[in-house]
């Protein structure tokens, strides 16, 4: 906190007892000017601002030393603090209370959110082996049956499932982010044709084909794992809204600027309004395009946006209605 604004506080809080000490010097001076005259009114006025000069002087460096106080306090439950009045005492042993609280209810709620976020794990895990029984039932019902629209409708809602658990699974990882990261160095290149290689399903059915322009020797610091994810899932969107009669093709590439390289992937399907551009990473939010599909769950960009942010990422997506979308992520490509 400046002087200024140090000064400024004390007066504010004792505009009061300034007032009685002014009135008072008026008195006094007013008592030598009738007694002795005005000669001798110079006297009073400057021991009286000598002595207010010191008074406010020490109320500074008093009210310097509480907010000092205050700041450490705020910071941690053990701060020792020298009191000089009872009123300091006070305010310290409340703030001292209030963080021992406040620590004591969030290990609680910790520990709370610990135990359902292990219960829900494992009643995941317990349906990816529910889904993963009807997947297998599913296919072998088609073997023996084709063209079997029911086991077919089955199987595909299978599938559905299976991606919406694996999505919940990725919310409750994310939570603890820090036990599972890894950074380090790897070629761009390779991690983009990782990503590419997952969703080549999906790439057959809808008949696109990727273009990647990506210099060999690119690298990017980043969690193999977690940025592989993102990228999977924005190929994913790049994928599925796609309009094949418009372009066959999805267009990665990437440029190195300074220590930072740029990646693109860019489409030319169906974008996205303008009036959702800024809403595309809120959780649940799937706007015009999500509507059209009904497996969209509104949680990829969701999730890439909260990747991004704790890898140190940066994502920004640029998009018109009919026309195609493109996103950047921005890469460190060293510390």
Same mark, same amino acid.
């Given at each position: 906190?400046? =002087?200024?604004?140090?000064?400024? #506080?004390?007066?504010? #809080?004792?505009?009061?007892?300034?007032?009685?000490?002014?009135?008072?010097?008026?008195?006094?001076?007013?008592?030598?000017?009738?007694?002795?005259?005005?000669?001798?009114?110079?006297?009073?006025? !400057?021991?009286?601002?000598?002595?207010?000069?010191?008074?406010?002087?020490?109320?500074?460096?008093?009210?310097?030393?509480?907010?000092?106080?205050?700041?450490?306090?705020? +910071?941690?439950?053990?701060?020792?603090?020298?009191?000089?009045?009872? +009123?300091?005492?006070?305010?310290?042993?409340?703030?001292?209370?209030?963080?021992?609280?406040?620590?004591?209810?969030?290990?609680?709620?910790?520990?709370?959110?610990?135990?359902?976020?292990?219960? =829900?794990?494992?009643?995941?895990?317990?349906?990816?082996?529910?889904?993963?029984?009807?997947?297998?039932?599913?296919? !072998?019902?088609?073997?023996?049956?084709?063209?079997?629209?029911?086991?077919?409708?089955?199987?595909?809602?299978?599938?559905?499932?299976?991606?919406?658990?694996?999505?919940?699974?990725?919310?409750?990882?994310?939570?603890?982010?820090?036990?599972? =990261?890894?950074?380090?160095?790897?070629?761009?290149?390779?991690?983009?044709?990782?990503?590419?290689?997952?969703?080549?399903?999906?790439?057959?059915?809808? @008949?696109?084909?990727?273009?990647?322009?990506?210099?060999?020797?690119?690298?990017?610091?980043?969690?193999?794992?977690?940025?592989?994810?993102?990228?999977?899932? !924005?190929?994913?969107?790049?994928?599925?809204?796609? !309009?094949?009669?418009?372009?066959?093709?999805?267009?990665?590439?990437?440029? +190195?600027?300074? #220590?930072?390289?740029?990646?693109?992937?860019?489409?030319?399907?169906?974008?996205? #309004?303008?009036?959702?551009?800024?809403?595309?990473?809120?959780?649940?939010?799937? @706007?015009?395009?999500?509507?059209?599909?009904?497996?969209?769950?509104?949680?990829?960009?969701?999730?890439?946006?909260?990747?991004?942010?704790?890898?140190?990422?940066?994502?920004?997506?640029?998009?018109?209605?009919?026309?195609?979308?493109?996103?950047?992520?921005?890469?460190?490509?060293?510390?």
């Amino acid at each position: 906190m400046s =002087f200024i604004r140090l000064i400024t #506080d004390v007066i504010q #809080d004792k505009k009061a007892l300034i007032f009685v000490y002014t009135i008072n010097t008026f008195l006094i001076v007013s008592f030598y000017m009738l007694l002795l005259g005005t000669e001798e009114f110079l006297y009073p006025v !400057i021991l009286s601002g000598a002595l207010f000069t010191i008074y406010l002087l020490f109320e500074v460096y008093q009210y310097h030393k509480f907010v000092s106080g205050v700041e450490d306090g705020g +910071k941690s439950p053990n701060y020792t603090h020298h009191f000089t009045n009872n +009123k300091d005492k006070l305010i310290f042993q409340t703030l001292s209370k209030i963080h021992q609280e406040y620590n004591t209810r969030l290990y609680d709620n910790k520990v709370k959110q610990n135990n359902k976020n292990a219960l =829900f794990s494992q009643w995941i895990h317990n349906m990816k082996t529910s889904v993963s029984v009807i997947h297998l039932a599913c296919e !072998i019902s088609l073997t023996e049956r084709e063209n079997d629209e029911y086991m077919e409708d089955i199987k595909e809602e299978n599938e559905i499932l299976k991606k919406n658990l694996e999505e919940a699974l990725n919310l409750l990882r994310i939570e603890e982010f820090s036990r599972d =990261f890894i950074a380090r160095r790897m070629p761009l290149k390779q991690l983009v044709y990782q990503a590419l290689n997952e969703r080549r399903r999906e790439i057959r059915y809808k @008949g696109i084909h990727p273009i990647v322009d990506i210099p060999d020797e690119l690298e990017i610091l980043t969690d193999k794992k977690w940025a592989q994810y993102m990228l999977e899932q !924005i190929l994913s969107n790049a994928i599925k809204y796609s !309009i094949v009669e418009k372009s066959e093709s999805i267009l990665i590439r990437a440029m +190195k600027e300074e #220590d930072k390289v740029i990646l693109s992937i860019i489409d030319n399907g169906i974008g996205i #309004d303008e009036k959702d551009t800024d809403r595309v990473f809120d959780p649940f939010f799937t @706007g015009d395009g999500g509507r059209r599909d009904r497996n969209a769950t509104g949680i990829g960009l969701y999730m890439v946006k909260l990747i991004s942010d704790r890898l140190g990422h940066k994502i920004q997506i640029q998009s018109q209605k009919d026309k195609g979308t493109t996103v950047n992520i921005t890469f460190l490509s060293k510390l």
